[in-house]
């Protein structure tokens, strides 16, 4: 029933395996014996828990250790790891026994997710945490890539906001100084100043809510916080 | 107050820092301002997750993964993680703002724990992941092989009925074969044998129970389950 776990190896990594039993080891369910991943997907849940870890601390420079935990979590949750393994074709590779096989084992998203850590932490045991980290960091690209512009994707006024609350600064203030325009053609500038200093900032635009994000947008450029790289490593 | 962050690494490490200021940013608390160390913590917890799991793997070659993750939470609790700082003087580096200083912040469990998890986070990023490792292990040494020992401790016919039952076999049985010597000092002979084959061992004791453990030992040696070492990698 199983593919040869080397194919799925080749797919992934530049040499085979040192120890290809670790990696069938990897994808055996334990309702297939004693010898099963349950073991190494306890150390693969550590390994990936790290490496996405560090990726988030760099590619999310703003944010904070609990916006960091749950940024992780929806990364690592089972859901995604299923996910993952299904990119992999791994249900394909599983060795599951007769019950599990009947149930359609290889399509369970706990049993596809937990494979898919077991994996990682065999390929760990291999190669070494460079290599592994490598494969993770390939495999993850495109939910990092997401997640850092989702939070640019944030608003203006919410980072500014947390820029100023991680340095224990008081919030700004936002003053419209003026609408212009027809009624179905508002303009409004918005005037958005720092409470404890003279940084300001004007913004522009078709709506009282516009303007301020635009005045949020421009005074967080002027501290060096638009990128957020202004704030602890 | 607080002595220079480069004597502690002088006895941590075997070269200085290459970023000081991530050392320092691992010892500042977030009462004493913006850069502070809880995404550190965010990565020395994950860091240490990964090097205690993967050392408890080997160390532990007979323990599941529910076994695997009690004896981690243990050695990474809040406790443990403050008894390595105090180990390590780790207060006398703490950056506090001026309310924990007065509050006796640089002894708070809480306080040190994080410094501490916060402290390897910043020496992964300086120097590495081999590195790091290293030092976490030789930390660790104690309690690692501390969390070993304690394992064999467990007594044989716990550790033959863990054997078994990993390889979906079924339980040992126990006969007392004979009783002799006076009621004050008497001498129990104990028959182990498998209901599955024909494997079985005799074992002597001033009890019964003495003699079963002393039956078991034999048996799991004679299973090749002594020392563990025939189980699930």
């Known amino acids: 029933m199983s593919t040869d776990p080397q194919r799925l190896l080749a797919r992934l990594l530049a040499r085979p395996a040192n120890h290809p039993e670790l990696i069938v080891q990897a994808l055996t369910h334990r309702s297939a014996g004693p010898d099963n991943n349950e073991r190494l997907e306890f150390l693969g849940d550590a390994l990936l828990g790290l490496v996405i870890a560090e990726e988030l601390l760099e590619r999310l420079p703003a944010a904070d250790e609990g916006e960091l935990s749950r940024r992780r979590a929806a990364l690592v949750n089972q859901d995604a790891l299923a996910a993952m393994a299904r990119g992999l074709q791994l249900g394909d590779y599983l060795r ?104 300001s900032a004007i913004g522009e635009g078709s709506s009282r809510r516009r303007a301020e994000q635009q005045a949020a947008e421009t005074l967080l450029a002027l501290l060096g916080g638009a990128d957020s790289s202004a704030s602890p490593a």
């Open 96 to 199: 599951l026994g007769a019950g599990e096989l009947r149930t359609g084992g290889h399509t369970r998203d706990s049993i596809l997710a937990d494979a898919f850590e077991a994996l990682l932490g065999a390929i760990y045991l291999d190669q070494g945490f460079a290599v592994v980290r490598e494969l993770v960091l390939n495999l993850y690209a495109e939910a990092l890539a997401e997640a850092a512009s989702s939070l640019m994707r944030k608003d203006a006024k919410t980072r500014l906001q947390e820029w100023l609350q991680a340095r224990r600064r008081g919030l700004p203030e936002y003053d419209v100084l003026g609408v212009s325009g027809e009624q179905h053609a508002q303009q409004f500038t918005v005037c958005c100043r720092l409470t404890d200093s003279e940084a």
